[in-house]
């Protein structure tokens, strides 16, 4: 119920907020090639029924209907701004809608075409199916550059169910097993990093891997004391004064936020937070410690809202301020209830991250650099590339056709020889050769060179190979 309730706010507010960037997307859509805005298909949703999915259209309308049902990067059917659309997963928004009417969440397993649920193992499909598909989840993060490993493919459609679609039915197994609060909030982390930031370096690169740094932060923001709550109650009245305002330009625009303020409107917003932090209190919200930060705490968030919203609402109506606008009195409540959520979910996830770093719970990274980057290499890197707490961080291959090219995310971004650079050596712990089905003679000369790095080596098996052995 709580995860319901969630997903309607946050879509309803999303809708409301998008609204501007949706006309404009809708505008260029239209202009660009004719046809409808939406693009409609039909997804098997939860408990196997079948719904037609929103997704802001990417490709010519004739071209949509033809062709595989799985899209790689270059596909000829995409326009220009369905390409830019699907850089930045901007076509996804529209599944907001999905989400209102209750087709939808905002973090669970993608929705699969009826075609590809039929590859779902038998044993695992009544799982799978028994809860509301998502806009995002950990494969949707993972398989970011779904795209790219599937134009390398011969047969892309095949490549997906072959390769990709087991590996996502791992993720929504897993998240299907354990769906907790805490992991919706990293997949929407996660998801903003990888659309907003995707070539951001990794926490342990940057001046985050400072141990006494996390060390500090945990101990900060586990502190359980008094002035805890008094430094949230300050930090709980600023949000609601920020969401006071940022209802007035949401309502007003930029031009005429200053201008269409009524004088006495300062003196209302305090009164108007005096009667927020009330409520908060009565409903008990300030005893939750937001590093905990869950459903129960977002449903005390909301029912204390809603009553200090109806009350300021009463008060100012009665009081004939008939200067603050009525719709200001009408969203701040939503406006509010969404900004005390999402700043103890960032908190949370700080939180959470500093906690990992202090106990190693993730484990120090094995970051490898994989040798060849043909069908064993890019089924590899496709295999462990952020997950289990391995990172790829290069491909190399002999190959001229392949420099630059980006396979499952990872660029091949020199030749076998470079392994010995410096700059491609930093920060390796691991050196992975991928060439199985490659001459004795090379391999040799490969194992070779990669024994000359330092570092553990390991090897995809051959034809003649029961298993990968490391090489001391």
């Not at 095949?158 to 996502?168: D, F, G, Q, S, W």
């Not at 009667?275 to 908060?280: A, N």
């Not at 700080?350 to 980057?373: C, F, S, T, W, Y």
């Not at 790829?392 to 396979?407: N, S």
Request: glycine share 8%; hydrophobic share 45%; with cysteine.
């Amino acid at each position: 119920m709580g995860k319901r309730l969630l997903d309607v706010v946050a879509a309803a507010l999303g809708l409301l907020l998008l609204l501007p960037l949706f006309l404009v997307i809708a505008a260029a859509i239209k202009l660009e090639s004719p046809g409808p805005v939406f693009f409609r298909q039909e997804r098997v949703g939860r408990h196997g029924r079948p719904f037609r999915i929103f997704k802001f259209r990417t490709m010519a309308t004739a071209a949509a209907a033809n062709g595989p049902q799985v899209t790689a990067a270059g596909d000829s059917r995409v326009t220009a701004v369905g390409a830019w659309l699907r850089r930045f997963k901007l076509d996804e928004l529209a599944q907001l809608i999905d989400v209102l009417r209750g087709t939808m969440s905002l973090v669970g397993p993608r929705p699969e075409v009826p075609r590809f649920v039929e590859h779902y193992p038998p044993e695992w499909r009544e799982r799978l199916l028994s809860v509301r598909p998502g806009i995002t989840d950990f494969a949707s993060v993972r398989y970011r550059d779904e795209g790219e490993l599937l134009a390398a493919a011969a047969d892309p459609e095949r490549e997906y169910i072959e390769v990709v679609l087991p590996a996502k039915l791992q993720y929504a197994l897993d998240y299907v097993d354990n769906p907790t609060m805490g992991t919706d909030l990293r997949v929407l982390g996660l998801t903003l990093r990888t659309v907003f930031a995707p070539t951001l370096p990794s926490p342990r690169r940057l001046f985050m891997n400072d141990s006494k740094l996390w060390s500090r932060l945990d101990q900060l923001m586990s502190a359980v004391h008094p002035r805890n709550r008094a430094v949230a109650t300050v930090a709980d009245g600023l949000v609601i004064l920020v969401c006071w305002h940022v209802t007035y330009l949401f309502r007003l625009g930029f031009e005429r936020w200053q201008p269409g303020r009524p004088w006495y409107d300062d003196y209302v917003s305090f009164g108007v937070v005096a009667v927020y932090l009330v409520f908060l209190a009565l409903t008990g919200v300030p005893r939750g410690l937001w590093r905990f930060f869950g459903f129960d705490d977002f449903r005390r968030i909301a029912i204390a809202c809603v009553l200090a919203g109806l009350t300021s609402a009463t008060a100012i109506l009665l009081a004939q301020l008939a200067g603050v606008a009525r719709a200001v009195l009408l969203l701040h409540p939503l406006f509010c209830m969404v900004g005390l959520s999402l700043s103890r979910m960032i908190y949370r996830l700080i939180a959470e991250q500093a906690r990992a770093q202090v106990e190693g719970a993730d484990g120090e990274p094995r970051r490898a650099i994989v040798l060849g980057a043909g069908e064993a290499g890019r089924r590899l890197v496709s295999g462990i590339h952020r997950r289990d707490g391995w990172i790829v961080l290069a491909l190399l291959d002999d190959d001229p056709a392949k420099q630059g090219l980006r396979i499952g995310g990872v660029t091949v971004s020199g030749t076998l020889p470079d392994l010995l650079q410096p700059h491609v050596l930093a920060g390796a712990t691991h050196v992975i050769i991928a060439m199985p089905d490659a001459p004795d003679a090379l391999r040799e000369r490969t194992l070779e060179m990669a024994r000359q790095s330092r570092l553990p080596v390991l090897t995809v098996p051959g034809k003649d190979e029961t298993h990968a052995q490391p090489v001391s």
